[in-house]
């Protein structure tokens, strides 16, 4: 039976993970920071690709430090930062541009 919930936190400086008990306490926690991107005055962007690999880091960290496993989360929920937007290539699955922070400028 799944004891466990999980929550991932794609923010503007980092991603992060936290594993919950059924009390809400925390059980588990990895973070990694990611690149803040600057190419012009008031534009900031951040590297797609990169925030998918965090993510993807950040789970594995969490549950390799608390050897808790995957099939032990009864659910997982996902915050992210406010208006920050990528346009994915729908035949690649790749991202068309820099992800544009919702501190940019443009949005």
């Not at 406010?82 to 541009?97: F, I, M, N, Q, S």
Request: proline share 3%.
């Amino acid at each position: 039976m799944a004891e466990y919930v999980g929550a991932l936190d794609q923010g503007t400086t980092s991603t992060r993970f936290m594993i919950f008990n059924h009390s809400g306490g925390v059980v588990g926690i990895d973070q990694k920071e990611h690149e803040q991107i600057y190419p012009k005055p008031g534009w900031v962007e951040h590297d797609a690709l990169e925030i998918w690999t965090r993510s993807q880091e950040v789970i594995r960290g969490a549950l390799q430090k608390t050897g808790i496993k995957a099939s032990d989360l009864a659910a997982v929920g996902v915050t992210n930062q406010r208006e920050t937007a990528v346009v994915w290539d729908r035949k690649t699955g790749k991202p068309v541009h820099n992800a544009i922070v919702w501190q940019d400028t443009r949005t």
